[in-house]
């Protein structure tokens, strides 16, 4: 997949210049808000707006790569090996869709992986029931990238191609090498630590900045504390969660 980050005055433009270094339309891409823009306070502390965009194919390229796809499917049999996770008859629509996109997108990049599906912790990324797809196997580590980077724009891809495919939206996580299952339980455990810290020392405790789904998981985790309450402050990369006793 092709990626570039772009910075411009605003958030528009620099999406506009996206475009014009891909040489793509805003069909062809996925646009992602890291940073907006801010004039400061007379001029000092300004800074641009920072955008990442990454390239998918254009939408008929893309229809016709599936078809091709879904008619060698067809045409070949699939290896009666058994597969990690759950089996392909306990799979919802969602997960079978899931896992062949996925699997489909690895074999594109050259990766040789395993896919194991199952049902995801409710608390994880969406109160809706969604399926957890783990990706194993030699050198995996290099789909997760620094703090899970790469791992989340994989993870966008395959829900945007799920969600067009199913015409509607797809409840799929994406992980590698258990990564963000092991994030999730450390982050409950640093979630509580913390809250327990802000009550004995009656303070309030500032975690580091956190990607939204993982400010979300330490929300998720102290709502239901009558002692603490937190709140999400900051801009951009650098936002983060405070806990506050009540």
């Known amino acids: 997949m092709q990626m570039i980050e772009v910075t411009a005055n605003s958030v528009e433009a620099a999406i506009d210049k996206g475009l014009a270094e891909l040489k793509a339309r805003p069909g062809e891409v996925v646009v ?8 400061g306070l007379f001029g000092f502390g300004a800074r641009e707006a920072r955008v990442r965009l990454v390239l998918i194919g254009n939408r008929a390229q893309a229809e016709s790569e599936a078809v091709d796809y879904e ?3 067809a045409e070949e049999p699939r290896s009666s090996a058994p597969s990690p996770g759950l089996s392909d008859e306990e799979l919802d629509e969602d997960a079978q869709v899931g896992k062949q996109v996925l699997e489909d997108l690895l074999e594109r990049m050259g990766v040789d992986a395993r896919i194991a599906v199952q ?6 990324e969406s109160d809706d029931p969604h399926w957890m797809l783990n990706i194993s196997g030699d050198r995996v580590n290099r789909l997760i990238g ?9 993870q ?6 799920c969600s067009r495919r199913l015409e509607r939206r797809a409840n799929i996580i994406v992980d590698a090498g258990g990564y963000k299952s092991g994030r999730s339980k450390r982050l409950r455990g640093l979630a509580n630590r ?6 004995q020392q009656g303070r309030t405790i500032t975690l580091e900045p956190m990607h939204p789904n993982e400010r979300r998981i330490i929300h998720l985790t102290l709502r239901g504390r009558n002692d603490v309450m937190t709140q999400s402050v900051g801009e951009g990369r650098g936002r983060k969660v405070t806990i506050v006793p009540r």
């Open 156 to 161: 966008h891809i395959v829900r945007l191609i």
């Open 146 to 154: 620094r703090r899970g980077e790469t791992l989340s724009s994989l």
């Open 119 to 124: 049902r995801a912790d409710d608390d994880d």
């Open 71 to 73: 008619n060698q499917a």
């Open 32 to 39: 992602e808000v890291l940073e907006e823009p801010n004039t």
């Open 194 to 199: 913390m809250a327990k810290q802000a009550v």
